[in-house]
């Protein structure tokens, strides 16, 4: 069934991770959670390695605002999923901020948790933070290219540590706001910069 699929992409990504996951249901009161909760305790059974803890999606709710960091992979149906993925962008800054994928099927899919947003298309507002970040996560999670998602995760904080930011984003600590093309110039430009520190680390 399609909870045990997702679940087990759940459990393979947290074996790459901090081996914890979190499985987010509503089993006190709905009887469809009840089931995916029995389908991802079952399942979990074949992960020994990996750490499983069932969660109420109102508790993680709050514990998301309340204590984020301590969460590595969590999973849960689509309803609960949609909802909180919006209140994690809050943490984050913005919706631009998100990457997303569909995958454990035939086709991985990518893309920013906000879409196509196509209300402010070609008026520079857009935070590409989320796409580029999108293709991070294709780079690891289906080209199996760690160091080069690593690579461009780590140009997408050395931008916004310099203060740069778009107009989605709190202005408030930023040193420049930046229209959507020029924050990937930024991107590529400090990408560019590791590959240059690459390139002389192994000339030496």
């Known amino acids: 069934m399609d909870a045990r699929r997702v679940a ?6 947290a074996r790459k991770r901090k081996k ?3 499985s987010v249901d509503k089993a006190n009161v709905l009887e469809t959670s009840q089931l995916w909760r029995e389908v991802v305790s079952c399942l979990g059974k074949e992960y020994r390695d990996v750490k ?11 514990r998301i605002i309340t204590d984020p960091t301590s969460f590595d992979v969590v999973v849960t149906e689509n309803l609960f999923g949609d909802i909180l993925t919006d209140e994690a962008a809050a943490i984050s800054g913005s919706l631009g901020m998100l990457s997303s994928a569909t995958i454990g099927g035939d086709v991985d899919l990518y893309e920013p ?4 947003a196509p209300d402010i298309a070609g008026k520079g507002l857009a935070n590409p933070l989320g796409a580029i970040a999108s293709a991070a996560m294709m780079l690891r999670l289906t080209a199996k290219l760690e160091e080069e998602a690593s690579d461009i995760e780590y140009a997408i904080r050395e ?3 310099s203060g740069y930011r778009t107009a989605d984003l709190d202005k408030a600590d930023s040193k420049y706001l930046l229209t959507t093309e020029q924050m990937g110039r930024m991107v590529e430009h400090a ?3 590791v590959f240059d520190r690459r390139r002389s680390y192994h000339a030496v």
């Open 20 to 22: 914890k996951v979190t």
């Open 8 to 13: 087990r992409v759940a459990f393979e990504l």
């Open 191 to 193: 990408l560019s910069e």
């Open 52 to 62: 499983l803890e069932h969660m109420l999606v109102d508790s993680c709710a709050m």
């Open 159 to 161: 931008v916004l540590a």
């Open 113 to 116: 948790v906000h879409g196509s």
